[in-house]
C-alpha cells in the first residue's frame, strides 16, 4: 500500500482504504477494493482531498516506479550474460551483448522522460541479493535522471546510461572475498580493488564496444576533484562530465544500500556526506541537479518522526527533498515539514518498511 498523491491518481488503481469525498450535503464514501474511475478521481480532486491510499498488489496499473520492473528485469539479467562473457567467455563480451543493453537503456530513458517531472524513487529498488548488478541498474537510473536535470541529449543519455550500468562490471573479476571482505582492506587489496574501472573498461574499449566518453565515464568514475581519486588522480576539468555524475550516484547508492559488513546510511546522511564532499570530491553541478532529480524519502514511504509519530509519505519537494508533506498514520494530521514553521522542530528519524522496521535490516 502507498499512499498516492491527488494529481497522481489513475483510473484503475485500487484503493487501500475507504475516502469520503465530503463536498456537499451528502457526502460519498468510496470503500476500499474500488478501483478508482475518472469519475471518483474528479471528485477527489474537487473535493481537495490530498490524494489516496492505493493497495499496490491488487492494482493493475503501476503506481510509483521511475522505470518499469519489466526493464529493470531485463536490464540486470543483461547485465548478468556481459558480466558472464567478461569473465568466462572465451572472446569476452560480444558486440550483440552490447546491443541489447544499447534497446535495454533506451526504454529506460523513455521510461524516465515519460515521468520527467517526477523524482527518481531511489528506496523502489528493493529486496535484491546480488548488489553489484542493482547498483549498476541504480546507477545508470540515478545517472540518466541527472543527465535529463542537465539538459543532456538522448545521444547523451544513453552514453551515461551505458556507463552507469557498465561502470562496475570490473568487480566481477576482483575476488569476492576481497570485495565483500567485512573489514578494512590491506593497502595490497586496495589496489587491487583499485584496478576495477581499468578492467571492464580497457576490456570494453579493446573489442570497440563503447565510445570514448563511456570509456571515460568507467575509468574515471572513482577520481575526485582534488586529485585524491583513482585510478589516474585527475583533478578538476580533466575529470570527464559523465565520471562526476556517475560518482555522485555511485556513492549515495553505495551508502544508502545494505552491505554485508555495513548498516546502510539514511538518506539525510548520505546527501550530508555528499554535500561535505563538494569541491573535494563531487561536481557542483552535478550535486545539484541530483538533489533536485532524487527522492530520498519516495512517496508512500513511511517515516518515523523524532515526535515518536509515525508517518507516511504524501508530497516531495524538488528543492527540499530532505522535508517532505507527511500523513500521520491513523490520524488525520498532515505535516508539511518544509513550510509549516510549526513543524520545523519535527525531525525524519528513520524510513521503515512496511512492517514498521527499520530499512536498514533489509538487505536492498
Ligand atoms: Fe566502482
New binding site residues.
Partial sequence: MVFVASEELLPGMCLAKNIIIDKSASPITVKSGQKLTDLHISAIRTAKLDGAYIDTASSDVRVISSVDQPIRREAVSELHDIADNFINGINGVQKSDIAKLTGTIHDMIINLQLQKDMLVNIAEVQIYDDYTYHHCLSVAIMSIAIGMELGMSGEMLQDIGMAGIL??L??VAIPTDIINKPGPLTDEEYEV?KQ??VLAAKHLKERDLINDDVYCGIIC??EKLDGSGYPNHLEGEEIHPYAKILAVA?VYD?LTSNRPYRVPSPPNEAIEYIMGGLDSHFDENAVKAFLRKVAPYPLGSKLKLSNGETAYVIKNYPDQPLRPVVAVIGTDKVYDLSFDMSCMSIVIMEMLDEGGHNRSLINM
Avoid: I, R, Y
Wanted: glycine share 10%.
Fill in positions: 561502470h562496475d570490473g568487480k580493488v576495477h574501472p568514475h572513482h555511485d553505495a
